[in-house]
Each structure stands twice: as structure tokens, then as C-alpha cells.
């Protein structure tokens, strides 16, 4: 399985901007999809974004379309997670999850591979 390491969390006030990273070290066939999830504490982890390696696929939870964006660099094994507009209720520690597919269902239990998260902390 691949080593996923997240970065970029941080503190910043409503209305403001952060961008996460998630590299992906020995990628394979096993990181075909890369998704972010956040989960407050007491809470279940809830899907945020997903991607394919190519770009070709992606998909937004509604709560974050129209403000967040994910992207892909493969020359780096990276993706990215643009937040902008961000609201208090975004506040949550947001992981990298990787499968080797691609479905309409993202289950937090279908990912496989997981980074150890990072905090984002949204102040109003």
C-alpha cells in the first residue's frame, strides 16, 4: 500500500484560503483514486473530494463544490486540495484516502490507504 503524507492545515479566518497536500509515496495501482475526507471529532468521517491520476474524474461533496478544488500532479505523486471561502463549519482534520478504483460510491470504508491527517481550523 502506498504511504500517503498530508500537509497545509492550519488556522485562518472565515473567508480566507488554504491549500492541502498529499503526497503519495510508492504509488501503484492501488492509489488509481485519491479522495480527502474530514471528520470532527464525535463525528463520522465525511467524503470531501476525489480524483483520478489523469484528472479525468473528479467529485465534490455538495458542501464544498463551488469552493474547494482538487487537483493532480503526477510528476510530483501529489494532489492538492484548494480551499477558498472558507466557513467555520469546515473546521475539521482532513485526510488523504487512496483505492484502486473508481466508483460513485466513496465510502470512507472502500479507501484502503490513509494519511494521519491534518488540522484545519476555520475561526469566525
Known amino acids: 500500500q502506498a504511504q500517503l503524507v498530508e500537509s497545509g492545515g492550519g488556522l485562518v479566518q472565515a473567508g480566507g484560503s488554504l491549500r492541502l497536500s498529499c503526497a503519495a509515496f510508492?504509488?501503484?495501482?492501488?492509489?488509481?483514486?485519491m479522495a480527502w475526507f474530514r471528520q470532527v471529532s464525535g463525528k463520522e468521517r465525511d467524503f470531501v473530494a476525489a480524483?483520478?491520476?489523469?484528472?479525468?474524474?473528479?467529485r465534490y461533496a455538495d458542501s464544498v463544490k463551488g469552493r474547494f478544488t482538487m487537483t493532480a500532479d503526477n510528476a510530483r505523486n501529489t494532489v492538492y486540495l484548494q480551499m477558498n471561502s472558507l466557513k467555520p463549519e469546515d473546521t475539521a482534520l482532513y485526510y488523504c484516502a487512496a483505492r484502486p478504483y473508481w466508483s460513485a460510491s466513496f465510502s470512507p470504508s472502500t479507501f484502503r490507504s490513509w494519511g494521519q491527517g491534518t488540522q484545519v481550523t476555520v475561526s469566525s
Open positions: 510508492g504509488r501503484t495501482f492501488s492509489t488509481y483514486a
Open positions: 480524483i483520478t491520476w489523469s484528472g479525468g474524474s473528479t
